[in-house]
């Protein structure tokens, strides 16, 4: 069964050096964090990107709007 749950601190503990090691491997122009988690998780590391509204839980509108307002 999929569920949509916050990640537990050790997973997101662990998933930190793989985050690093994808934004050495990447040349990314626009970094999206999704979600407060992404974004906490990318600002451990200094990286400048846009945070948007993840669109679960009643999110979707507002997620849609951040994201168009990104693409312009």
Do not use: W, Y
């Amino acid at each position: 069964m999929l569920s949509n749950r916050t990640p537990t601190k050790k997973e997101q503990a662990a998933g930190l050096p793989v985050l690093k090691a994808f934004l050495g491997l990447f040349r990314c122009d626009e970094i999206v964090a999704l979600g407060n988690v992404a974004s906490a998780e990318l600002e451990k590391l200094d990286v400048k990107m846009h945070r948007v509204r993840h669109p679960a839980s009643g999110g979707a509108k507002l997620f849609r709007d951040q994201i168009a307002e990104i693409l312009r």
